[in-house]
């Protein structure tokens, strides 16, 4: 039989993408910029099915997820096949570290190519936009945006080898409430929604151009700027939304006083409980026991960015 295996990485989004401007179609309101987690991985194996059915560690997962996302490539690409997907994670699935990037652009990459080998990853991104809008972003490795009202991601030629990214695992339960949900309570109710599309435009525009300095202490403050005021609209919204826990507050203040002490390390936060700490290599051994320390219960990761996709 035919099947493709697909490896991917999460996307971790520097400047954050938080509501749509069109929910049917899944396109986003606000430009993302991101770096794909290269340690992180979704192994995925995809063959032709009886019907759609997909299986996330070991489980069947409900279809329904699944349905705009199989509609749209079917229909995109003028196919009937049906697909059989069975997908691993070496990393904790709906707790806000992105898996649904990685899956469903596995889910895209593996299922476009079975019905059409020749088909560029641009296709694919906009495939997988419609699964998850962060999976756009997830078909390519490395630094990625998907910008506002865009229909596909696009890779930016940049490279940081020196860069890392200290994952927090300060809870592996499932979020409560899905980040779908919760940014349209964003853009429906929080006063604050119009001003979040505004400022992160300006956000965005702001690292784009400083970002080939590659100099992470003008990087930080904006990094840190986008996901504070991504969560403004959420501790708004009717019913609010707080995916924080009291261990995540206290890494954001751990973060605060390493700067404070000069170490260069930029917190940044999804839909979730976890914190991810963005630093430079020299500092990581440093900044990871001093963590240990103050933060005993909570399990660390370390990625570089990378993650390119492998067949
Ligand atoms: O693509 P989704 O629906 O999983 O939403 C991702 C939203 C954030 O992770 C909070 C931000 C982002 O740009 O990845």
């Known amino acids: 039989m035919n099947r493709i295996n697909v490896t991917t990485s999460p996307s971790l989004a520097l400047i954050k993408y938080w509501g749509k401007s069109d929910s049917v179609r899944n396109i986003p309101a606000t430009s993302s910029l991101a770096i794909t987690l290269d340690d992180l991985h979704t192994h995925t194996v995809v063959a032709e099915g009886l019907s759609d059915q997909v299986f996330i560690n070991g489980e069947e997962a409900p ?12 229909m995109a690409t003028n196919s009937d096949m049906q697909f059989l997907a069975k997908s691993e994670t070496n990393f904790p699935v709906a707790a806000g570290l992105a898996s649904s990037s990685s899956g469903f652009a596995a889910l895209a990459i593996g299922s476009a190519l079975l019905i059409d080998p020749t088909i560029s990853f641009r296709d694919v991104s906009q495939f997988a936009r419609v699964g998850s809008a962060s999976a756009a972003r997830s078909v390519y490795g490395g630094f990625t945006v998907l910008r506002k009202d865009a229909e596909h991601a696009d890779p930016l030629n940049l490279d940081w080898p020196e860069l890392r990214v200290i994952l927090a695992i300060v809870t592996e339960g499932e979020k409560p409430i899905s980040s779908r949900k919760a940014m349209e309570f964003s853009r429906n109710t929080s006063p604050f929604y119009s001003e979040w599309i505004n400022q992160s435009e300006i956000q965005f525009m702001e690292c784009i151009q400083i970002l080939h300095n590659k100099d992470l202490k003008t990087l930080g403050p904006i990094i840190r700027q986008s996901y504070l005021s991504m969560f403004s609209t959420m501790f708004t919204s009717t019913p609010p939304t707080i995916y924080w826990r009291p261990e995540s507050v206290g890494l954001i203040q751990s973060c605060e006083e390493m700067r404070s002490e000069g170490i260069n390390v930029w917190e940044t936060m999804d839909a979730g409980p976890q914190v991810k700490m963005i630093c430079l290599e020299d500092d990581q051994e440093t ?24 067949l």
Not at 63 to 72: A, Q, S, T
Not at 302 to 307: L, T
């Open 63 to 74: 279809i329904e997820r699944f349905v705009p996302f199989f509609n749209n490539l079917r």
């Open 287 to 310: 900044i990871l026991e001093r963590l240990k320390k103050t933060h005993p219960k909570v399990e660390f990761l370390v990625s570089k960015v990378g993650g390119a996709p492998r």
